[in-house]
């Protein structure tokens, strides 16, 4: 009887060792893939963009805009999946002082199945990254307009948003 207790125990200490050895440390997971904001340069897509949004069937919200450094924060409401967002520059800077930039953000559904719930996203664009020399040497304003309805936003080099 002591034999077989002593039989059990080791081979419930063996198996907890494999068990504890089997068993992956989160640590050496890889990070997730943070994917770009989609960015398209196109005055046709822009066009195209503002002309469907009276049209959409669904929709989501911008909460807020704001600048920090070089990145243009936009806080939207709606769509399971960020990555489904895409912002589109008309590629014309307006002569105004300061410049102009007329910049919509596009949500574009998945052919997968869609969730019903409204999400918080936050999209970031690199605007030094996105419009190069003219960033560094101009200041500007972006009018930002949504691409599912009729809403539009602008932000000032200070950072100032208004309703257009």
Not at 6 to 14: E, R, Y
Not at 26 to 31: M, S, T
Not at 41 to 57: K, M
Not at 96 to 109: R, W
Request: some cysteine; aromatic content about 8%; hydrophobic content about 40%.
């Amino acid at each position: 009887m002591k034999n077989q207790l002593k039989n059990i125990s080791t081979i419930t200490l063996l198996l907890g060792m494999v068990l504890v050895l089997a068993c992956k440390s989160r640590q050496n997971e890889p990070a997730p893939v943070v994917s770009e904001l989609a960015f398209e340069v196109s005055a046709t897509a822009y066009e195209q963009a503002i002309a469907a949004r009276t049209s959409r069937q669904y929709g989501f919200d911008i909460k807020e805009i704001k600048r920090e450094g070089d990145i243009l924060k936009v806080f939207v409401r709606g769509g399971c999946d960020k990555n489904n967002y895409k912002i589109i520059w008309d590629g014309i800077m307006r002569k105004s002082y300061p410049l102009t930039l007329f910049f919509v953000i596009s949500y574009e559904k998945s052919t997968g199945v869609e969730c019903a719930a409204e999400l918080d996203h936050v999209l970031e664009l690199n605007l030094k990254e996105k419009l190069g020399d003219v960033y560094t040497t101009q200041p500007y304003h972006i009018l930002l307009s949504n691409g599912s309805k009729v809403y539009d936003k602008v932000i000032t080099p200070d950072g100032i948003v208004s309703d257009k």
